[in-house]
């Protein structure tokens, strides 16, 4: 390729950076407020995430990383998420697979529903395809009943959540309940999840904060 014809490349990558740019700035501005709160957590939410930096800081810590993917774009219902999280070494081997439902609330808040998938290992990397989880349907999938998160935005920007008391049941080692905090920023989610005895008292889970995921930013996140 000659010189002339590598400008140019460049030059025309550049212009359509700028355009979908440009493009993504017109479709928000469409959207009414009580729809940008929900299209900016989901901006927010999707892309690949890492735990590697506060491992390397901290030996309580593992490399974990997390894929959250839109998925079901035509429903109404939505916005629909399915989520892979494994130890990095063992990337192909999540530990952790679930569908979220993104509800925006009459209060303003919003609301991620949680649900399990049924023998979950078959979708392992489905992030990585065009239409993830396309041979399911909601109906096929079962609600952790309690285990939601309610979210609100910050004046900052970020996005805070919970889940409520003790709602969300758990029997993993010993557990009665479980608990879920999390603080979203564009380019970070802090996700701490924890499970108690009946009296209260933490049986797993971090214990001295979150888990601290980075975002990995794609060229066009980079570039601007």
């Known amino acids: 390729m000659s010189y002339i014809q590598t400008l140019f490349f460049h030059a025309w990558e550049y ?6 740019l440009l493009l993504f700035v017109l479709i928000f501005n469409l959207l009414t407020p009580e729809q940008k709160d929900v299209e900016v957590l989901v901006d927010y939410m999707t892309g690949s995430f890492f735990s590697e930096e506060q491992a390397k800081m901290d030996t309580n810590y593992f490399n974990i990383e997390l894929e959250m993917v839109q ?20 990337k192909d081997k999540p530990y952790r697979q679930r ?8 209060d303003g808040k919003i609301e991620s529903i949680v649900y399990t998938i049924p023998d979950p290992l078959r979708f392992s990397g489905d992030y990585k395809k065009e239409f993830p989880l396309l041979r399911l349907t909601p109906d096929s999938l079962t609600l952790k009943e309690g285990c939601e998160v309610v979210l609100y935005q910050a004046d900052e920007g970020y996005f805070e959540g919970s889940t409520i008391d003790r709602n969300c049941s758990s029997d993993l080692r010993g557990a009665s309940y479980a608990t879920s905090k999390v603080i979203i920023h564009n380019d970070k989610m802090i996700s701490w999840d ?3 005895d009946e009296n209260g008292n933490q049986v797993w ?5 979150g888990y601290i995921f980075k ?7 980079r570039k601007w």
């Open 15 to 20: 212009f359509m950076d700028i355009v979908l």
């Open 205 to 209: 889970g971090a214990t001295k904060c």
């Open 194 to 196: 924890r499970g108690f």
């Open 99 to 106: 569908v979220y439902q993104l509800i925006k609330r009459s």
């Open 215 to 221: 975002k990995k930013l794609n060229r066009l996140q």
């Open 71 to 90: 998925i079901w774009k035509d429903r109404t219902d939505g916005p629909w998420l399915y989520i892979e999280q494994a130890v990095a070494k063992s």
